[in-house]
Nanobody, 114 residues
């Protein structure tokens, strides 16, 4: 059974940091690319960062230099380190495969507010 479980969100002040995790089960993990997405209220889901099976990373311009995506294949886990957070980063964050996406998880809410 395919399952994606995101965690690590919370409430943080502008300039703060969060580290998100995504544990995948029932799905091929190490041989494929993975990505983080986010959806803010009233907006469509957008791609935030991706990482290939070789470890090559790519970021949306809005988060470049502030977010870092990484993976631990042995733990079937994807990470997103988010630093220098801004109020516009407030959203529900999801992980999935950019090619051949599987059933979406519940996401994790990140709120940046003073």
């Amino acid at each position: 059974q395919v399952q994606l479980v995101e965690s690590g969100g919370g409430l943080v002040q502008p300039g703060g940091s969060l580290r998100l995790s995504c544990v995948a089960s029932g799905v091929i993990f190490s041989a494929v690319a993975w990505a983080w997405y986010r959806q803010a209220p009233g907006k469509e889901r957008e791609l935030v960062a991706s990482i290939t099976d070789y470890g090559t990373t790519n970021y949306a311009d809005s988060v470049k230099g502030r977010f870092t995506i990484s993976r631990d294949n042995a733990k079937y886990t994807l990470y997103l380190q988010m630093d220098s957070l801004k109020p516009e980063d407030t959203a529900v964050y999801y992980c999935n495969r950019p090619r051949g996406p599987v059933k979406w998880g519940q996401g994790t809410q990140a709120t940046v507010s003073s």
